[in-house]
């Protein structure tokens, strides 16, 4: 910098750098850490955060909490006769389907396989209720075209768990909700259980 006689600055040189796209690489890595690559939900890992922060925040605002488990029914059937390629289009459909039916407050990941969790904040056992049949039956009456053939359907069988007490926590309550979703795989699939 070049400043005159009066101490007031005349002439500045510098350099400029564009980090433009590398801010968007940064963006796109963050991104890539919380999401599932294949069907853009979040990941486990990225859920569990989420689902612990609102875990503490229904503790202290005294607000209901609910999660649902689910899991696609005869999905190993659906990769064996169709290819992973479907069944690839399955599990991206569960995750659409699941976005376009839930709110925007619900938080969805892939938990692993052809397994899915949804966190419902500020939601009571009904609620929940009503919610996993909502999910069900629209996830049910999904078709995926294939080309010259008959459209693939595919069903969920969903577990349900509500906050009981201020003692639950993230784990107690994917457990219960995986106790519920067995229940509901055993008593024939395409159905919702819930426990408290």
């Not at 564009?18 to 979040?42: F, P, S, W």
């Not at 996830?139 to 010259?148: K, V, Y």
């Not at 993230?170 to 795989?185: G, M, Q, T, V």
Request: some cysteine; overall charge negative.
């Amino acid at each position: 910098m070049q400043r005159d006689e009066h101490g007031k600055a005349t002439r500045m040189c510098g350099t400029h750098t564009d980090i433009t796209e590398r801010k968007l690489l940064e963006e796109e890595l963050r991104r890539q850490a919380h999401v599932d690559y294949l069907t853009g939900v979040y990941n486990r890992r990225h859920f569990m955060e989420r689902a612990e922060q609102e875990l503490s925040r229904a503790h202290r605002y005294g607000k209901p909490l609910s999660m649902l488990m689910l899991d696609i029914d005869h999905f190993k059937l659906i990769n064996d006769r169709y290819g992973h390629k479907v069944g690839d289009t399955v599990l991206k459909a569960v995750a659409d389907l699941s976005h376009a039916t839930l709110r925007d407050v619900d938080i969805l990941g892939r938990l692993g396989g052809e397994e899915f969790a949804v966190l419902l904040p500020e939601t009571d056992q009904p609620a929940a209720l009503d919610a996993a049949e909502r999910l069900r039956e629209t996830i049910a009456n999904a078709r995926i075209p294939l080309n010259g053939g008959e459209p693939v359907s595919f069903s969920v069988s969903i577990g349900v768990s509500s906050m009981g007490s201020v003692e639950d926590n993230i784990d107690s309550l994917l457990n219960r909700a995986d106790k519920a979703l067995y229940e509901a795989k055993g008593g024939g699939r395409n159905r919702f259980c819930g426990v408290g």
